[in-house]
């Protein structure tokens, strides 16, 4: 499996309900929605209102990386404006099994996301009840850094982990992924790639069918 979730992140939001619908006209596969909230990242991005705003124009399934403290304060918020899937740091849930727990009662993907720093062992205790793990390949909070190389070998060891185990999550890499890496981290064994600026930056819809054509002519 190879997906592509553009991350609005990087985005014009000048014209964003335009460069959404261009992403999708493209081929991508989700789109990327990363909701900051200044206490777990450093940065603020934005939230319910935007969300609710471009559901109206889109039929993509919305990836909502939520970087934000207790998480589950919020979580019939996020699924009512619109996220499909959810995904929440195993680092900002003061008890992550219950945070998981609380999603799975709801209609919506559940995802769990763990920093560069932070052990594939965290996830252990959900693992089973998880639709998607999200390796993140830079520290979160920001678009446009380069990625961790050592996170290239952590998607490897949570591949492995899945298989060993037969669990159903699929394995989604996110930060500094661009066409010169997009390969070696696909043959490491993720299938969910977000891209910020390398989908928003220049020619939109090129760079989209640039990272598909990556996959498709190398297999
Ligand atoms: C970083 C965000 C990413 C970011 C990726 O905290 O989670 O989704 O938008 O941006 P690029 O692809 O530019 O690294
Ligand atoms: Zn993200």
């Known amino acids: 499996m190879f997906k592509l979730a553009p991350s609005i992140l990087a985005a014009d939001f ?49 990836d909502v990386h939520l970087m934000i403290t207790e998480p ?24 992550l099994e219950e945070t998981v727990r609380e ?4 209609n919506v993907k559940v995802g769990v996301s763990v920093k560069p720093a932070t052990q594939i062992a965290a996830i252990k205790a959900v693992a089973p009840m998880l639709d998607r793990v999200l390796v993140m390949t830079v520290e979160p909070g ?6 961790i190389p050592a996170c290239v070998d952590k998607v ?3 591949r ?3 298989e060993k185990f037969g669990y159903k999550f699929d394995i989604e890499v996110d930060g500094g992924i ?6 070696e981290v696909y043959e490491a064994g993720a299938e969910v790639f977000v891209a910020g600026t390398a989908v928003f930056r220049g020619n939109i819809a090129e760079n989209v069918k640039h990272f598909k054509g990556e996959i498709i002519s190398a297999y």
Do not use: W
């Open 160 to 162: 492995e982990y899945r």
């Open 72 to 95: 589950i304060r919020y979580l019939d918020e996020f699924i009512k404006c619109g996220a499909d899937g959810i995904t929440v740091h195993a680092e900002a849930c003061e008890d």
């Open 103 to 106: 999603l799975k009662k709801r």
């Open 156 to 158: 490897k060891e949570l």
């Open 14 to 62: 000048n014209r964003l309900g335009a460069q959404i619908a261009e992403v999708e006209a493209a081929g991508a596969d989700e789109l990327h929605i990363d909701v900051m909230d200044g206490v777990f990242v450093p940065s603020i991005s934005f939230g319910m209102p935007l969300i609710t705003s471009i559901r109206k124009e889109s039929n993509m399934f919305f």
């Open 178 to 183: 661009g066409l010169s890496n997009v390969k």
């Open 142 to 147: 920001f678009g446009g850094q380069k990625l």
